[in-house]
């Protein structure tokens, strides 16, 4: 296990207001973006991923003012997903202060741009998100636009894929488990981490720490992303923002400590 | 005044707005008339090796930041690829460094050590705890846990210790900053760095 995995509170943009869903779907309204980046901010988390999930579905480009308003609030590594389609629009979002894009759509419709934007910023700057579906038999398919649209792909297959195109990570998301906090598909997530070479980040499914350890010893995971987790607080799932602090991380194991073999 | 040097190679706007937050004014810029009447130059970088000289090239930078660092002897502190760029080549592309500082930059290679750090994947992403190698004043009054946001496959490898600043390790020690008189680099990204980060611009732009 990596020795400082990251943590990576994910969160969900639709007409710029912070949304949980669930399974994709039943967007529940958690609160203003950048009043939520700077308590993540406060809270000092290892990074942020900003997706706009409704970008896509509705053909819509990023929204780059907002998207410069949110990145003034980030003083952690910043990634941003939903809308992008061309090089241009990856430059401006770099230009803004984000580190990484995070591409799905694209990725099946114009796989290229995984190679225009690796090729532009290196490939750590690029991060390719693979959602996935589990059918009642238990087979696995990978969606695109929002887990709207199946593509012809196995989750293997993308990751090699995606890995071969250039991209540096990758986001590896269950449909399935999404708000669900019921952990993490880890069966998909280790497939994955065993067949590429590139950084896996995990997400879908988690409820607490015991989950994030999980996925990262047993998934194999590099990294793991949560929605709900950071978002929902008790058994009622009272919207308050809530992070693990670092003296939680480290009494939990979940941050072996330098020099320990653990 | 410090000047972030614009030349289309990463998150300038990121520099910008942290040192806001310290207080410090900084312009993104490019034209040689700001350039010449700045204290301080930050050379940020976030790309491949090849395509952050073609564009220092494109604007005429490399003569500027010589100037500025070299006959001046001002202050300049490169970020990331900007720390790789004060070296004299890389392992990863073809041309020539600013060579302001004698070292080489190398990637990762981890065949040689034992089997149970192999799993480890290039690039090195994350945060990470580094170790100042001697006092500096860029690296002073720094929490004694202090930690950064690393993501990068290749680093420094310095010709003489004196010019490793800071370690860190991943597999193996290596050098996360780098220093020779008042010319700075960080492999690491400070301004993504929360207020680990922060201490240490703001020693750079209040103290170097």
């Not at chain 2, 806001?20 to 010449?36: H, L, Q, V, Y």
């Amino acid at each position: 296990m990596y020795h400082r995995p990251r943590i990576i509170p994910l969160l969900l943009i639709s007409n710029r207001d912070l949304v949980k869903t669930i399974k994709f779907a039943n967007p529940r309204y958690i609160g203003d973006p950048i009043n939520s980046v700077k308590i993540f901010n406060g809270k000092g988390v290892d990074e942020l991923c900003v997706l706009n999930i409704t970008a896509s579905k509705e053909n819509r480009t990023p929204d780059f003012e907002y998207l410069k308003d949110i990145a003034g609030e980030a003083f952690m590594p910043l990634s941003y997903g939903g809308g992008i389609t061309d090089i241009e629009q990856i430059k401006k979002i770099f230009h803004m202060g984000y580190e990484k894009v995070v591409i799905n759509t694209a990725f099946y419709s114009k796989p290229k741009l995984i190679n225009e934007a690796a090729r532009y910023a290196g490939s750590q700057s690029v991060v390719v998100s693979i959602d996935v579906k589990t059918d009642i038999f238990g087979k696995k398919r990978c969606f695109s636009t929002d887990g709207t649209i199946k593509t012809k792909l196995l989750p293997i297959e993308a990751a090699l894929l995606a890995e071969t195109l250039g991209a540096g990570e990758l986001i590896v998301n269950s449909v399935n488990n999404d708000g669900a906090m019921c952990g993490y598909d880890i069966e998909l997530i280790r497939s994955i981490a065993e067949a590429v070479s590139i950084p896996v980040t995990a997400c879908g499914g988690a409820k607490d720490i015991t989950d994030l350890k999980k996925v990262l010893t047993e998934g194999k995971a590099h990294a793991a992303a949560a929605g709900s987790m950071f978002v929902y607080y008790g058994r009622e799932n009272a919207v308050l923002i809530t992070v693990p602090s670092e003296n939680d991380l480290i009494d939990s194991g979940f941050y072996r400590r330098e020099g320990s073999q653990q | 005044m410090t000047v972030i040097l614009d030349y289309d190679m990463g998150n300038v706007c990121s520099i910008q707005n942290m040192l806001k937050k310290i207080g410090e004014k900084a312009i993104i810029s490019r034209n040689p008339d700001i350039i010449t009447n700045a204290d301080k130059l930050i050379l940020p970088g976030v790309g491949s090796y090849d395509m952050g000289m073609e564009q220092l090239k494109q604007f005429n930078l490399i003569e500027q930041i010589k100037i500025h660092a070299i006959d001046k002897q001002k202050p300049i502190l490169g970020i990331c690829l900007g720390m790789q760029l004060l070296g004299r080549r890389s392992e990863e592309g073809n041309k020539q460094g600013l060579s302001l500082i004698p070292f080489d930059v190398v990637k990762f290679n981890f065949d040689c050590i034992n089997v149970e750090e192999k799993g480890l994947k290039i690039p090195h992403m994350g945060w990470d705890y580094t170790q100042n190698t001697f006092d500096d004043v860029l690296t002073d009054n720094l929490d004694e846990r202090q930690r950064y946001y690393f993501v990068h496959s290749y680093y420094a490898m310095c010709d003489d210790t004196e010019n490793s600043l800071m370690s860190c390790k991943y597999g193996y020690l290596f050098t996360a900053a780098v220093k020779k008189g008042r010319i700075y680099g960080v492999q690491f990204h400070p301004e993504k760095s929360h207020n680990f980060g922060m201490k240490l611009l703001q020693n750079f732009v209040q103290r170097v």
